[in-house]
Structure formats: structure tokens, C-alpha cells
């Protein structure tokens, strides 16, 4: 189960089956940021292909995907099952198969959109028998109501993912599924 964490536990670190699974809002009087980490029982190589290949990406991210040349200076957007537009921006860093940057913008709801840009830092780690994935989410204003929006999507987006990994298949049907 998802846990929301505040700060680190006097007693240090956790076993990593403990804590597979963190996710927190950070928000200053400047920006806001959302942190998740989790761990998926695979290859960096293979979780790689499964965050940029937009064919597999539709199993996993309620039938949309992300078009895009996954090199650095490269636009992308992310479409709909219908096609619509649904975010774009571009790849600041893309360092396979360790971590892409993206800068973001939500392009169908104008309330977020009118917010700007954000970036999102993707980072695989390589750990035994797994990959410690972090997702880290930041917009340089204070109470984003887009991060508020995607500390709702991306536990409900890699859930899927990770199941997908691991067991052949998804948990969640919906983007609005509990």
C-alpha cells in the first residue's frame, strides 16, 4: 500500500521490500514537487522500453502513450486512446537507461495548462534483482494544481506498470478506478 512520507525514520533506512512503494508532495513557497519511488522486479533495459515504447505504454497508461524521438532537444506529446492532445513538451535529457528529463505541459485543461510548464525527471536505478524507480515531478509555483493532479495519476500509472512487469498484467482497468 502506498504510504505518504514526511521525513526519514530515525531508525534509517528500510529493507527495500518494506518501502517499495513511497510517494510524497513537497510544496515551498516557491514550487511544488511530487516524489514517487518504487521498486520493479526487472531490468533497467526492459523498463526502459516499457516507459518509451508507446505500443506497450498503452497496456499500462489506460490506453494513452507518448509519441516521441526519446533523444535530447526532441518534442513529444501524449494522445488519448481517441487521439486528442492530452500533454507535450520536450526531452531535456535522455540518458538510456537511466533517466529522461521532460519538460511538461498539460495541454487539455485549460485551468492547468494556463499553470506552464513543469519538468519530470524519470531516473532508473539498477538494485539486486530489481530497479528503484523515481519519478520526480516539479513545477516552479507554490499549491500547483497540476502537481496535485498528477500525485493523483502517476501511483495509479506505475502501479499498472509495475504489475504489467511483473505479472503479465494490470491492477487498475480506469484512470479513475480505486
Excluded at 505518504?4 to 518501502?19: D, I, L, N
Excluded at 525527471?121 to 538494485?127: F, G, S
Excluded at 515531478?137 to 500525485?151: G, L, N, W, Y
Aim: hydrophobic share 35%; aromatic share 8%.
Amino acid at each position: 500500500m502506498d504510504q505518504q512520507v514526511r521525513a526519514a525514520s530515525p531508525a534509517g533506512p528500510r529493507p527495500a521490500q518494506e518501502k517499495s512503494r513511497r510517494r510524497r508532495i513537497v510544496t515551498d513557497s516557491s514550487r511544488s514537487s511530487f516524489v514517487y519511488v518504487t521498486f520493479i522486479r526487472t531490468t533497467p533495459e526492459r523498463l526502459w522500453s516499457a516507459l518509451t515504447d508507446a505500443g506497450f505504454m498503452k497496456e499500462y497508461w489506460f490506453g494513452m502513450h507518448i509519441q516521441s524521438e526519446w533523444k535530447s532537444g526532441a518534442s513529444w506529446k501524449m494522445l488519448f486512446p481517441d487521439g486528442r492532445l492530452g500533454d507535450a513538451g520536450q526531452v531535456l535529457e535522455c540518458d538510456p537507461p537511466r533517466r529522461i528529463v521532460l519538460q511538461w505541459r498539460n495541454e487539455w485543461r485549460p485551468e492547468l495548462k494556463d499553470e506552464g510548464e513543469s519538468l519530470c525527471a524519470i531516473e532508473l536505478e539498477p538494485v539486486p534483482d530489481a530497479v528503484k524507480l523515481t519519478i520526480t515531478h516539479t513545477m516552479d509555483r507554490p499549491q500547483s494544481e497540476f502537481i496535485k493532479a498528477v500525485s493523483g495519476g502517476w501511483p495509479r500509472i506505475l502501479s499498472n506498470l509495475k504489475s504489467l512487469l511483473e505479472t503479465g498484467e494490470i491492477v487498475l482497468k480506469g484512470p479513475h478506478a480505486r
